[in-house]
T-cell receptor
Framework: GAVVSQHPSRVICKSGTSVKIECRSL??????MFWYRQFPKQSLMLMAT???????TYEQGVEKDKFLINHASLTLSTLTVTSAHPEDSSFYIC???WGSGANVLTFGAGSRLTVL | AQTVTQSQPEMSVQEAETVTLSCTYD???????LFWYKQPPSRQMILVIR??????QNATENRFSVNFQKAAKSFSLKISDSQLGDTAMYFC????????????FGKGITLSVRP
C-alpha cells in the first residue's frame, strides 16, 4: 500500500534556529502533498498544499516566509520552519494523495517540534 | 465552501458494545466522497472508512460501518463490538473538488473504550 515516511518524528530546537521536516512517498509518486499543524486535542489545520515543481499554496494566515515548503521531486516535500520560536512548537503532519478519483490521503507519522 | 461539523467532543463506550459517532456536513456538490479517519495515541492518521455519495449502499469495513443520509447531509460512523484499540480521536473529513483538492476535517471526537 501507499506509505508516507515523515522525519524527524521528534525534534527539539533552540529559539531562532531553523528546522526541516521531510515527507517522502515511498512506493508511489505524489504530485501533491499537504502540510498540517495540530495542537493538542484539536483537529488538523491545513497549512499549505505542496505542488511538485511549483510554489506551494498557503492557507490564509500562514506565513509563507516562516514555513518554507519545497516539493522538488515527485517523492519528497520538505517543510522548513525558519527562525523558530516557542509558539511554533506543535505537531506537524504531512500527507500525500494517491490513486485517482477517490482523493484518499496517506499520512506521515507526524513530527513533534519543540522550540525552547 | 464545504463545512464539516462534529458536535460531540468526547464519547465513552464499554468494551464489546456499539457506539455511533455523528458528523454532518454542508456542500452544494452532488457527487463526492466522505471519510472517517482515526488518530490513536500514536497520532498516526489512519483511514477507517470512506463513502461515495453516489452509492446508496452504506460502506462497511469489518466492525465499522456508516449511516449515510445524503439528503440530511449526515455521515455517522458506527463501531460494533468496540475494542480497547478503538480508543482514539476520530475525524470526519470531506474533500473539496479541483485539481488540488484538500480535505476539510471536523473538530474530531475523542472516543474512550472502557474495559
Amino acid at each position: 500500500g501507499a506509505v508516507v515516511s515523515q522525519h524527524p518524528s521528534r525534534v527539539i530546537c533552540k529559539s531562532g534556529t531553523s528546522v526541516k521536516i521531510e515527507c517522502r512517498s515511498l512506493d508511489f509518486q505524489a504530485t501533491t502533498m499537504f502540510w498540517y499543524r495540530q495542537f493538542p486535542k484539536q483537529s488538523l489545520m491545513l497549512m499549505a498544499t505542496s505542488n511538485e515543481g511549483s510554489k506551494a499554496t498557503y492557507e490564509q494566515g500562514v506565513e509563507k516566509d516562516k514555513f518554507l515548503i519545497n516539493h522538488a521531486s515527485l517523492t519528497l516535500s520538505t517543510l522548513t520552519v525558519t527562525s523558530a520560536h516557542p509558539e511554533d512548537s506543535s505537531f506537524y503532519i504531512c500527507s500525500a494523495r494517491w490513486g485517482s478519483g477517490a482523493n484518499v490521503l496517506t499520512f506521515g507519522a507526524g513530527s513533534r517540534l519543540t522550540v525552547l | 465552501a464545504q463545512t464539516v461539523t462534529q458536535s460531540q467532543p468526547e464519547m465513552s463506550v464499554q468494551e464489546a458494545e456499539t457506539v455511533t459517532l455523528s458528523c454532518t456536513y454542508d456542500t452544494s456538490e452532488n457527487n463526492y466522497y466522505l471519510f472517517w479517519y482515526k488518530q490513536p495515541p500514536s497520532r498516526q492518521m489512519i483511514l477507517v472508512i470512506r463513502q461515495e455519495a453516489y452509492k446508496q449502499q452504506n460502506a462497511t469495513e469489518n466492525r465499522f460501518s456508516v449511516n449515510f443520509q445524503k439528503a440530511a447531509k449526515s455521515f455517522s460512523l458506527k463501531i460494533s463490538d468496540s475494542q480497547l484499540g478503538d480508543t482514539a480521536m476520530y475525524f470526519c473529513a470531506f474533500p473539496s473538488c479541483g485539481a488540488n483538492s484538500k480535505l476539510t476535517f471536523g473538530k474530531g471526537i475523542t472516543l474512550s473504550v472502557r474495559p
